[in-house]
T-cell receptor
Framework: GENVEQHPSTLSVQEGDSAVIKCTYSDSASNYFPWYKQELGKRPQLIIDIRSNVGEKKDQRIAVTLNKTAKHFSLHITETQPEDSAVYFCAAYTSGTYKYIFGTGTRLKVLA | DTGVSQNPRHKITKRGQNVTFRCDPISEHNRLYWYRQTLGQGPEFLTYFQNEAQLEKSRLLSDRFSAERPKGSFSTLEIQRTEQGDSAMYLC?????????????FGPGTRLTVL
Protein backbone atom coordinates (compact mmCIF):
# COMPACT_ATOMS: atom_id res chain seq x y z
CA GLY A 1 0.00 0.00 0.00
CA GLU A 2 0.93 3.65 -0.14
CA ASN A 3 3.12 4.97 2.64
CA VAL A 4 5.04 7.99 3.85
CA GLU A 5 8.41 7.60 5.57
CA GLN A 6 9.49 10.32 7.96
CA HIS A 7 12.92 10.92 9.48
CA PRO A 8 14.27 11.41 12.03
CA SER A 9 11.92 10.05 14.67
CA THR A 10 13.47 12.32 17.31
CA LEU A 11 15.46 15.51 16.91
CA SER A 12 17.10 17.66 19.57
CA VAL A 13 18.49 21.08 18.70
CA GLN A 14 19.78 24.03 20.65
CA GLU A 15 17.60 27.11 20.78
CA GLY A 16 18.36 29.30 17.79
CA ASP A 17 19.59 26.45 15.60
CA SER A 18 17.75 25.09 12.58
CA ALA A 19 15.78 21.86 12.38
CA VAL A 20 15.07 19.81 9.27
CA ILE A 21 12.57 16.96 9.00
CA LYS A 22 12.35 14.85 5.87
CA CYS A 23 9.58 12.76 4.32
CA THR A 24 9.42 10.45 1.36
CA TYR A 25 6.15 9.39 -0.23
CA SER A 26 5.41 6.44 -2.46
CA ASP A 27 2.33 7.49 -4.47
CA SER A 28 3.50 9.50 -7.46
CA ALA A 29 -0.06 10.82 -7.83
CA SER A 30 0.13 12.63 -4.48
CA ASN A 31 -0.32 16.33 -5.10
CA TYR A 32 -0.68 18.11 -1.76
CA PHE A 33 1.65 17.93 1.24
CA PRO A 34 0.70 19.47 4.60
CA TRP A 35 2.72 19.53 7.80
CA TYR A 36 1.09 19.32 11.21
CA LYS A 37 2.38 20.18 14.66
CA GLN A 38 0.96 18.25 17.59
CA GLU A 39 1.65 19.27 21.16
CA LEU A 40 1.16 16.78 23.95
CA GLY A 41 -2.51 16.02 24.47
CA LYS A 42 -3.64 18.40 21.74
CA ARG A 43 -4.98 18.10 18.23
CA PRO A 44 -2.70 18.22 15.16
CA GLN A 45 -2.48 21.79 13.88
CA LEU A 46 -1.67 22.65 10.27
CA ILE A 47 1.49 24.79 10.15
CA ILE A 48 2.36 24.89 6.45
CA ASP A 49 1.47 23.10 3.23
CA ILE A 50 2.64 22.87 -0.35
CA ARG A 51 1.05 21.83 -3.62
CA SER A 52 2.80 19.66 -6.15
CA ASN A 53 3.19 22.51 -8.66
CA VAL A 54 5.36 24.48 -6.22
CA GLY A 55 8.93 23.69 -5.21
CA GLU A 56 9.23 25.78 -2.07
CA LYS A 57 7.06 27.76 0.29
CA LYS A 58 8.05 29.89 3.26
CA ASP A 59 6.13 31.36 6.17
CA GLN A 60 8.29 33.34 8.59
CA ARG A 61 10.56 30.82 10.34
CA ILE A 62 9.19 27.72 8.64
CA ALA A 63 9.61 26.55 5.06
CA VAL A 64 8.76 23.47 3.08
CA THR A 65 10.54 22.17 0.00
CA LEU A 66 9.27 19.59 -2.46
CA ASN A 67 11.20 17.44 -4.93
CA LYS A 68 8.58 15.68 -7.03
CA THR A 69 11.09 13.66 -9.01
CA ALA A 70 12.57 12.14 -5.89
CA LYS A 71 9.22 12.14 -4.06
CA HIS A 72 10.80 13.95 -1.12
CA PHE A 73 9.57 16.89 0.88
CA SER A 74 11.11 18.56 3.89
CA LEU A 75 10.19 20.92 6.71
CA HIS A 76 12.75 23.54 7.73
CA ILE A 77 12.46 25.51 10.96
CA THR A 78 14.98 28.29 11.50
CA GLU A 79 15.84 30.14 14.72
CA THR A 80 14.14 27.45 16.78
CA GLN A 81 12.46 28.39 20.05
CA PRO A 82 11.43 26.23 23.02
CA GLU A 83 7.79 26.58 21.97
CA ASP A 84 8.63 24.77 18.73
CA SER A 85 9.02 21.59 20.81
CA ALA A 86 6.30 19.18 19.68
CA VAL A 87 5.68 16.21 17.40
CA TYR A 88 5.61 17.10 13.71
CA PHE A 89 3.78 14.99 11.12
CA CYS A 90 4.06 15.16 7.37
CA ALA A 91 1.27 13.90 5.12
CA ALA A 92 0.74 13.19 1.46
CA TYR A 93 -2.67 13.73 -0.12
CA THR A 94 -3.88 12.33 -3.41
CA SER A 95 -6.85 14.20 -4.88
CA GLY A 96 -7.95 11.18 -6.91
CA THR A 97 -8.49 9.09 -3.79
CA TYR A 98 -9.12 11.95 -1.32
CA LYS A 99 -6.87 10.18 1.16
CA TYR A 100 -4.13 11.45 3.42
CA ILE A 101 -1.25 9.20 4.38
CA PHE A 102 0.65 10.43 7.42
CA GLY A 103 4.24 9.91 8.39
CA THR A 104 5.11 8.41 11.76
CA GLY A 105 6.09 11.73 13.29
CA THR A 106 9.22 13.50 14.52
CA ARG A 107 9.55 14.53 18.13
CA LEU A 108 11.41 17.84 18.15
CA LYS A 109 13.01 19.08 21.35
CA VAL A 110 14.42 22.58 21.41
CA LEU A 111 16.86 22.92 24.28
CA ALA A 112 17.04 26.32 25.96
CA ASP B 1 -16.00 27.90 18.76
CA THR B 2 -16.16 27.30 15.01
CA GLY B 3 -13.63 24.48 14.92
CA VAL B 4 -14.13 20.74 14.78
CA SER B 5 -15.51 19.34 18.02
CA GLN B 6 -15.62 15.79 19.33
CA ASN B 7 -17.46 14.18 22.20
CA PRO B 8 -16.71 12.67 24.56
CA ARG B 9 -13.10 13.70 25.04
CA HIS B 10 -12.35 10.62 27.10
CA LYS B 11 -14.07 7.25 27.31
CA ILE B 12 -13.17 4.35 29.58
CA THR B 13 -15.03 1.13 28.92
CA LYS B 14 -14.82 -2.55 29.70
CA ARG B 15 -13.91 -5.08 27.07
CA GLY B 16 -16.97 -6.25 25.18
CA GLN B 17 -18.95 -3.05 25.60
CA ASN B 18 -20.11 -0.85 22.72
CA VAL B 19 -19.03 2.78 22.47
CA THR B 20 -20.09 5.65 20.22
CA PHE B 21 -18.20 8.84 19.48
CA ARG B 22 -19.50 11.99 17.86
CA CYS B 23 -17.80 14.51 15.60
CA ASP B 24 -19.16 17.92 14.65
CA PRO B 25 -17.23 19.30 11.69
CA ILE B 26 -16.75 22.91 10.66
CA SER B 27 -20.19 23.85 9.35
CA GLU B 28 -19.50 24.43 5.66
CA HIS B 29 -17.10 21.49 5.28
CA ASN B 30 -18.29 18.72 2.99
CA ARG B 31 -15.66 16.08 3.81
CA LEU B 32 -15.24 14.36 7.14
CA TYR B 33 -12.51 11.90 8.05
CA TRP B 34 -11.98 9.53 10.96
CA TYR B 35 -8.49 8.52 12.07
CA ARG B 36 -7.01 6.42 14.84
CA GLN B 37 -3.80 7.48 16.52
CA THR B 38 -1.76 5.39 18.91
CA LEU B 39 1.14 6.63 21.00
CA GLY B 40 4.15 7.56 18.92
CA GLN B 41 2.39 7.09 15.62
CA GLY B 42 0.81 9.31 13.03
CA PRO B 43 -2.93 9.32 12.40
CA GLU B 44 -4.10 6.20 10.58
CA PHE B 45 -6.96 6.63 8.12
CA LEU B 46 -10.15 4.78 9.04
CA THR B 47 -12.90 6.16 6.81
CA TYR B 48 -14.20 9.31 5.20
CA PHE B 49 -17.44 10.90 4.03
CA GLN B 50 -18.26 13.25 1.21
CA ASN B 51 -21.44 14.87 2.50
CA GLU B 52 -23.51 11.93 3.76
CA ALA B 53 -21.86 9.29 1.55
CA GLN B 54 -19.21 7.05 3.07
CA LEU B 55 -16.75 6.75 0.21
CA GLU B 56 -13.99 4.59 1.60
CA LYS B 57 -13.20 2.40 4.57
CA SER B 58 -9.74 1.29 5.56
CA ARG B 59 -8.93 -2.38 5.90
CA LEU B 60 -8.08 -1.43 9.49
CA LEU B 61 -11.79 -0.96 10.07
CA SER B 62 -13.13 -4.34 11.09
CA ASP B 63 -16.82 -5.19 10.98
CA ARG B 64 -17.03 -4.12 14.63
CA PHE B 65 -16.59 -0.53 13.50
CA SER B 66 -19.29 1.48 11.81
CA ALA B 67 -19.54 5.15 10.96
CA GLU B 68 -22.43 7.30 9.84
CA ARG B 69 -23.02 10.84 8.72
CA PRO B 70 -26.78 10.81 8.29
CA LYS B 71 -27.44 14.38 7.20
CA GLY B 72 -24.04 15.31 5.93
CA SER B 73 -23.28 17.25 9.08
CA PHE B 74 -22.17 15.49 12.28
CA SER B 75 -20.80 11.97 12.22
CA THR B 76 -20.74 9.08 14.66
CA LEU B 77 -18.22 6.27 14.99
CA GLU B 78 -19.41 3.17 16.82
CA ILE B 79 -17.22 0.34 18.02
CA GLN B 80 -19.03 -2.82 19.03
CA ARG B 81 -17.65 -5.47 21.38
CA THR B 82 -14.60 -3.38 22.20
CA GLU B 83 -11.21 -5.06 22.59
CA GLN B 84 -8.13 -3.83 24.43
CA GLY B 85 -6.45 -3.26 21.09
CA ASP B 86 -9.05 -0.62 20.30
CA SER B 87 -7.52 1.66 22.95
CA ALA B 88 -6.32 4.73 21.06
CA MET B 89 -7.08 8.35 20.27
CA TYR B 90 -9.84 8.65 17.68
CA LEU B 91 -9.47 11.83 15.66
CA CYS B 92 -11.99 13.44 13.38
CA UNK B 93 -11.06 15.97 10.72
CA UNK B 94 -13.09 17.99 8.27
CA UNK B 95 -12.28 19.81 5.07
CA UNK B 96 -13.79 21.83 2.27
CA UNK B 97 -12.59 20.14 -0.88
CA UNK B 98 -11.30 22.61 -3.45
CA UNK B 99 -9.43 21.36 -6.50
CA UNK B 100 -6.23 19.60 -5.54
CA UNK B 101 -6.22 21.06 -2.06
CA UNK B 102 -8.24 19.53 0.73
CA UNK B 103 -6.93 21.15 3.89
CA UNK B 104 -7.98 19.20 6.94
CA UNK B 105 -8.71 20.62 10.34
CA PHE B 106 -8.64 18.20 13.25
CA GLY B 107 -10.84 17.91 16.27
CA PRO B 108 -9.41 17.42 19.77
CA GLY B 109 -9.97 13.67 19.62
CA THR B 110 -11.66 11.09 21.81
CA ARG B 111 -9.30 9.02 23.89
CA LEU B 112 -10.64 5.50 24.32
CA THR B 113 -9.34 3.19 27.02
CA VAL B 114 -10.60 -0.38 26.99
CA LEU B 115 -9.99 -2.22 30.26
Amino acid sequence: GENVEQHPSTLSVQEGDSAVIKCTYSDSASNYFPWYKQELGKRPQLIIDIRSNVGEKKDQRIAVTLNKTAKHFSLHITETQPEDSAVYFCAAYTSGTYKYIFGTGTRLKVLA
Amino acid sequence: DTGVSQNPRHKITKRGQNVTFRCDPISEHNRLYWYRQTLGQGPEFLTYFQNEAQLEKSRLLSDRFSAERPKGSFSTLEIQRTEQGDSAMYLCASSLASGSKDTQYFGPGTRLTVL
